[in-house]
């Protein structure tokens, strides 16, 4: 008796085991390896282990989707509606986040559709374009950028300060200025470009031994740290 096989029963046969295997075996490759050059070449107060482990879970399922997509339109309007149940309430702190996020997507998806050589293209140029961008520092205006921060007795002389930050510093901007809550004192805050033959212990030094500055703090903001 001849058995027959059903169209649908056919159609879910897109992927054999063999291509599944490779294919997952890819994705997951890709996905640990956006985040080993994510993790190395963040820079930052922003970054999150949650996030990096993303990329993995990322580049995997939708891998993963795609096999299940197959050619199948119906099957991808169903995984369409499935997927808007979920909402995403996480911001991204940093913007580059994003072009992770779908590098992970894009290769994940090649990676399901067994397109290994796009795959693989895709992640060394991707690869080799974040080394670059990360070993010449592109995009950034300031080769040394800090936020200085200090507090300033009200009925002492300005002048000592705002000389030795001259001294110190090639560049200098007044960001903020708040008053303590007896009046007595100003909380200062300056984004500063330190002078290349002095150090940034010097500085803080030099605004310690000021009678009338106190609470000195020096922050790294080449990065885009926010004050």
């Not at 369409?80 to 913007?95: C, E, H, P, Y």
């Not at 991707?126 to 040394?144: E, I, P, Q």
């Not at 200062?188 to 330190?194: E, L, S, V």
Request: hydrophobic content about 50%.
């Amino acid at each position: 008796m001849e058995q027959v096989i059903s169209p649908v029963a056919t159609e879910l046969l897109t992927y054999s085991v063999t291509e599944m295997t490779v294919n997952v075996l890819l994705a997951l490759c890709i996905g640990f390896w956006l985040a080993f050059i994510y993790q190395f070449t963040h820079k930052g107060l922003s970054y999150s282990q949650s996030f990096t482990q993303t990329l993995i879970f990322v580049t995997l399922i939708v891998a993963v989707v795609m096999m299940v997509i197959g050619g199948s339109l119906a099957r991808a309007f169903a995984l369409v509606g499935a997927m808007s149940i979920i909402r995403f309430r996480t911001v991204l702190k940093d913007t580059k986040d994003l072009s992770y996020v779908f590098g992970a997507l894009a290769l994940g998806m090649a990676a399901g559709t067994s397109n290994y050589f796009l795959a693989v293209l895709g992640t060394f140029f991707m690869t080799v374009l974040v080394f670059v961008l990360n070993v010449t520092n592109f995009g950034s205006v300031y080769k040394s950028e800090f936020i200085l921060r200090f507090r300033f007795n009200q009925n002492g002389d300005s002048g000592a300060f705002l000389s030795a930050i001259k001294e110190f510093c090639k560049r200098s901007n007044l960001l903020h200025i708040e008053p303590s809550g007896d009046g007595n004192s100003l909380m200062q805050t300056y984004d500063i470009a330190m002078r290349d033959d002095v150090s940034h212990s010097s500085l803080i030094e030099r605004l310690d031994s000021i009678p009338d500055v106190s609470e000195v703090v020096l922050i790294a903001s080449k990065n885009d740290v926010d004050y």
